[in-house]
């Protein structure tokens, strides 16, 4: 018992040698602060730029070169994606153009733009890649999707 007592006091007073303990729990609280700032500087780039402004609706829409723009960490984006919504970012900029796709589409003035229009429009660049992530994501394919769902005669839309 003795030897534990020894040990707790030991402890006590070395903590309290000046400087140990506010040098330790400064440097604890630095990251800590570190890591909210950066959490908090790619919750607003999602929010902002991919989720309001849709930035990666754009053909020229680079992951990696808009998050260098914005001075973010591409390994703490994808770290914070994969947390936050179990997905990699190639995944989850899929699922915003699929939405997007889905928002676009119930324009009214969709109909003019035909299927190409308006996968490229929603940021894909080809067809098959459109087809196979909207499916994919969707469980159906785009055409499905416009004929069940919106009610939408496929074969014109595909004539215009």
């Known amino acids: 018992m003795n030897i534990v ?3 707790v006091f030991l402890l006590f007073a070395i903590s309290e040698i000046k400087g140990i303990h506010t040098s330790i729990l400064g440097n604890n609280l630095h990251h800590h602060f570190d890591r909210i700032n ?4 790619v919750n607003s780039f999602i929010q902002k730029t991919l989720l309001e402004e849709k930035v990666f609706l754009r053909h020229d829409f680079d992951i990696k070169k808009a998050l260098s723009d914005h001075n973010l960490s591409e390994r703490d984006f994808r770290l914070m994606v994969k947390r936050d919504r179990g997905l990699t970012i190639h995944e989850f900029i899929i699922k915003l153009k699929v939405k997007a796709f889905i928002e676009i589409s119930q324009n009214e003035d969709y109909g003019r733009y035909g299927m190409e229009g308006l996968y ?3 940021g894909f660049n080809s067809k ?3 087809y196979r992530n909207f499916k994919k994501e969707m469980g159906i394919t785009p055409s499905d999707y416009l004929k069940k769902v919106k009610g939408i005669n496929v074969e014109q839309l ?3």
């Not at 950066?38 to 500087?41: P, V």
């Open 120 to 122: 490229e429009m929603a």
């Open 158 to 160: 595909a004539k215009e």
């Open 128 to 130: 098959a890649t459109f």
């Open 38 to 41: 950066q959490e908090e500087e």
């Open 5 to 7: 007592k020894s040990c």
